[in-house]
């Protein structure tokens, strides 16, 4: 940063007059400001003036030698910028009215360009307007650091929001981090800053160096509004290209909407890119992971990624989720071009892409957006409002419009600019309940004295109205833990609007079920079947997701009780159970093959593990799954309806057993599926059938392939005239021990005795 001046030292140092007093000399009080870098005004002071004596040119050029005015077009040296002041204040007359550049002569080195403050206004009222009202549909437009031509020169726009600040500078290795050389225009009807600096480029590193209202020098900001920033560690923004991306996926995104709607499979590989898998000792970069990942999740059947955020974030152990550029992808794998390349590349293997998305809070480091013009403009200046006691970060001040705007903002860009499919909101329940995590006396009531955050609840509605209207086919994903009504019902219904939400009842109740001895189970039988109770209450997404494996919860296959076959049998019985529950599902990578280790965000998943034909054999039944729930109309077709299911077996307690019916409509073939929560095979097994004829065993996690003993029912049963379960006919079957099975009907009898 540049040195500190006095003023007496500005007084002291004022060049003297040479003939004639300079018709650009300053008094001393403004040549303070401008040389100590604390004017508010630049623009009143520096650039082409009209005075009495004709034109005149200021600028502040500090550590320059010479300054020259040249004709842009003559080429004509059209004035001498002499010294008014220290520490590179130059001004002078300049003749004529042709557009002019500054020649400038530093200590080894000259450049010449265009005079930044030469430049008007860059954004219209109109634009400024719709910002102030929490209404710009296109913020990056007149936000940030853009590429751009004005007139016939090419530079670079810098904006940024501070209406509280007293002087904002935009700094960089193109001024040498000096506050003093570009200090930027306040739009004041908007609070916003601007300066187009010409002959800048992609690439270039910058930061906003704002004076507070105080009058004290922040630490320098990074762009909240950056499209590209530097790898962590390092915290500049830096200018990104034009994303100017040929997409080939026009076929994908014309048919995503019926890919993604509550009657498609829908199923999730859940991936935290930097420790999926590593090349040479270090993540995967983006085309790295285009030509891998895609390959990888497609072979195993999945619909869907998820990745975990990837907007950029300081913190590598926040996993993401305490993000600080939410329109950057991080520069941990590479450039946004190459996240595109990485989008296309999914949609390409018939993957939609999901982003996790954290818009509830960001974290207070200094270069970020706490305190950002020097009051709490992102946050609550409450803390009882603006901390979040679980991880000591900030609250978006979601009633404020600017801000309701930028988040929207930052969605929009992920989904129109990046083609990702989905958003998957992060905390959602945080962001609900004003009590989230507080004692009595650490928060404020709502107007209506509830602990309802109706300023949430409407920018939420809001976000999901707009990403409906604007991006057709894209759906957003709650991680709501709560029950508050209406999280996927539409918002003109007066629900929240989002597409799926996570099931985490379903999570907790199967989770704690599946660690539980076989020997207990029959006394928690109700943690498997209650939550069928409220299961088409909402969209579903069934998630085991990465919160499940980290902190001490142990890996999926480590929470299954006994020796290592029955760990695995009950892991295999416990996806036949999810994939052909209600709801779409969601797995976090690393579960596919049975990891041991818990997860970590330092290293890569143990992919030696699928050296063991063991765990080969589950990354196989992963697979068949995935297969089986595409294919099945009755797993998919009516998830979200209740006459997609049906219990025909829901209180054998002593046994451990659960069975149910699928059903998927017109031209859906009827499944039975029979879970056996024990290490006890059951023959004989009586179950009812809704149809008369063969019913075939389509999948058996006991079979030899996926590592079982291969016990199960030869290929399917016969259905017999005896009535079970409501049903006027049964089946007679084998349950192996900690398995499910599926049963599809394929040759009826045409009698269907329902009793």
Sequence with gaps: ?????????????????????????????????????????????????????GRVVRACLAGALRVEAIGAASGRVLGQLEPIGPDGLFGGPVEGDEFYLLRVVWPGATTL???????????????????????????????????????????????????????????GDFNSWDVRRHPMRLRQSAGVWELFVPRLAPGERYKFAILGPDGVQLPFKADPMALRTQASPATASVVAAPLEYEWRDRDWMSSRAARQAPDAPISIYEVHLASWLHVQGRPLDW??????????????????IELMPIAEHPFRGSWGYQALSLFAPTA?????????????????HDLGVILDWAPHHFPNDEHGLARFDG???????????????????????????????????????????????????DAVASMLYRDYSRAPGQWTPNIHGGRENLEAVDFLRAVNDVVARRCPGAITIAEESTAWPGVTAPVDSGGLGFS??????????????????????????????????????????????????????????????????????????LFAGMWTHPGKKLLFMGGEFGQQREWSHDRQLDWGELDNPEHAGLVALVRDLNR?????????????????????????????????????????????????MTPEPRANYRIGAPQAGFWKEILNTDAAVYGGSNLGNLGGAQTQDAPAHGHGQSLDLVLPPLAGIVMRLDHATGRRHDG
């Design 375 to 425: 009051t709490a403009l992102y946050e609550h200046q409450d803390p009882r409002e603006g901390w979040h006691p679980d991880w000591n970060t900030l609250i978006y001040n979601f009633g404020r419009r600017e801000v309701r705007n930028f988040l929207i903002a930052s969605a929009l860009r992920w989904l129109e600019d990046f083609h990702v499919d989905g958003l998957r909101v």
């Design 1 to 53: 940063m540049a040195r500190s001046i006095s003023q007496r030292q500005v007084e002291g140092s004022r060049a003297p007059a040479q003939g004639r007093a300079n018709p650009a000399a300053l008094d001393a009080a403004r040549a303070y400001e401008i040389a100590s870098g604390r004017c508010a005004d630049p623009f009143a002071v520096l650039g082409p003036h009209n005075t009495p004596e």
């Design 332 to 348: 941990r794998h590479g450039d946004p071009a190459g996240f595109a390349r990485f989008v296309d590349a999914c949609h390409a």
């Design 287 to 304: 085309d790295e992971a285009a030509l891998r990942l895609p390959a990888y999740a497609s072979a195993l059947g999945f619909t869907h």
């Design 113 to 171: 360009a265009e005079d930044p403050y030469a430049f008007g206004a860059l954004a219209s009222d109109d634009d400024l307007a719709l910002f102030a009202a929490g209404a710009h549909p296109q913020l990056p437009d007149i936000l940030g650091a853009r590429v751009m031509r004005v007139g016939s020169v090419d530079g670079v726009r810098f904006s940024v929001w501070a209406p509280n600040a007293r002087r904002v500078s935009v700094v």
């Design 628 to 676: 089986l729930y595409r294919e099945e109309g009755a797993l998919h077709r009516t998830d979200s309806r209740t006459e997609g299911f049906e219990w025909l077996i829901v209180d054998d307690r002593e046994n451990s057993v659960f069975a149910y019916l699928r059903s998927g409509g017109a031209g859906a073939r009827p499944l039975i599926v029979a879970l056996n």
């Design 500 to 573: 799926y939400k996570w099931n985490m009842g379903w999570m907790n109740d199967t989770l704690r079920y599946m660690a539980r001895d076989p020997v207990h189970r029959r006394w928690h039988h109700d943690e498997i079947t209650f939550g069928l109770m409220y299961a088409f209450a909402e969209n579903f997404v069934l998630p085991l997701s990465h919160d499940e494996i980290v902190h001490g919860k142990r890996a999926l296959i480590a929470k299954m009780p006994g020796d290592d076959w029955r760990r695995r049998a009950s892991l295999r019985a």
